[in-house]
């Protein structure tokens, strides 16, 4: 069974970098034909793509954050990690992590979600 | 970037109800959509992908169907534990983009 589980600090200062780690189990994020992607999700609101990194280390950012945005993997301890840089208070949301596979397509597994506050 | 429009915002319905939910995309997505449920303070959970095909384990009372830029879930009959918010969520093109969610509750 796969399970992601997402860490990292709960308050972050405006202007400072916003740093998520995904840890992986069940599965190698290095093989297979998934995406490891991040979703947030602001309080009392709907979801927003964010990005999402292939096993080869190739990532694609949503246009609206990719000037803040970098993705990254660390295939040893089998994780990806999320850096949003600039932050500001609507940076603030619930982050989940979760693969997106393409047979059958959809995000499957997710983490459970951690909240990132972002105030000084 | 493709907006995903979901109607209604918030839907009332009784134990038992036949209850539709519609999504439009602003540009043709073929077949490229999934429904997912969410329930407070959880993460969302895949109903439906390619439209109209059921995830395994999901029960048969939750149905979608359209192509296109039309699509609609629909639950034939409304159990309690459907209650939540709704997400349609298409993967044609980059951004993926999510609609605004249906929020449904019991009348």
């Known amino acids: 069974q796969v399970q992601l589980q997402e860490s990292g600090p709960g308050l972050v200062k405006p202007s400072q970098t916003l740093s998520l780690t995904c840890s992986v189990s069940?599965?190698?994020?290095?093989?297979?034909?998934?995406?490891w992607t991040w979703i947030r999700q602001p309080a009392g609101k709907g979801l927003e793509w964010i990005g999402r990194i292939y096993t080869t280390g190739s990532a694609d950012y949503n246009p609206s954050l990719e000037s803040r945005l970098t993705m990254s993997l660390d295939s040893s301890n089998n994780q990806f990690s999320l850096r949003l840089n600039s932050v500001t208070a609507a940076d603030t949301a619930v982050y989940f992590c979760?693969?997106?596979?393409?047979?059958?397509?959809?995000?499957?597994?997710w983490g459970q979600g951690a909240l990132v506050i972002v105030s000084s | 970037d493709i907006q995903m429009t979901q109607s209604p915002s918030s839907l009332s319905a009784s134990v038992g109800d036949r209850v539709t939910i519609t999504c439009q995309a602003s540009?043709?997505?073929?077949?490229?959509l999934s429904w997912y449920q969410q329930k407070p303070g959880k993460a969302p959970e895949l109903l439906i992908y390619d439209a109209s095909n059921l995830e395994t384990g999901v029960p048969s009372r939750f149905s979608g169907s359209g192509s296109g830029t039309d699509f609609t879930l629909t639950i034939s009959s409304l159990q309690p534990e459907d209650i939540a918010t709704y997400y349609c969520?298409?993967?044609?093109?980059?951004?993926?983009?999510f609609g605004q969610g249906t929020k449904l509750e019991i009348k």
């Open positions: 979760a693969r997106f596979r393409w047979n059958p397509p959809g995000f499957d597994p």
């Open positions: 540009q043709d997505i073929r077949k490229y």
């Open positions: 969520q298409q993967y044609d093109n980059i951004p993926y983009s």
């Open positions: 069940g599965a190698s994020i290095s093989s297979g034909d998934y995406y």
